[in-house]
């Protein structure tokens, strides 16, 4: 392939994976508006997952596609199949669908990042290095120093975890 080529596809990719981090930086920060999920569950986020799904179907990743995820039955190629199964059944949503759907994802995002117990995510990276589930760690202080090393500095810095997904996706 030459060089022109291989840039302009990376260049695609590239573009193509920002805009679907973006995506999840808003599900991970909480933004569950209609706007956003009519965004969400557009035919130009629709086209995006659909290119992913189909570069982790052709096994162009450097992970088995197949092989099951952590505690999961479930492989990354399932995981692929099933956001699409979703768009397939939340494609064309009327407003009033929107608005549902919505006020459905807010009250997800609440039980599994907002109500203390044995199900609650933990949206930061912390708990998972170590047996403490503590907020602003060891690893809060590396992921800051990286995030300073690549010139990046966050606007809620010592106020927001570092290493919470929303930030690391944003």
Sequence with gaps: MPDQQLESRIGMD????????????????????????SKLFGSQAREMFTCEAAVISDGDLSVDSKCALAKM???LDDCAREVLACYDEHGNLSSDAVATLASEMEGDYAKLFQIPGDCYVHMWESPYVGTEQTLFQCSTLDVRAAYHAAGLKLQAEKQFPDDHIAAMLG
């Design 73 to 75: 039955d479930r492989s």
């Design 14 to 37: 590239l573009a193509r994976r920002a805009y679907l981090y973006d995506l999840l930086h808003a599900v991970f920060g909480g933004n569950c508006s209609p706007d956003f999920v």
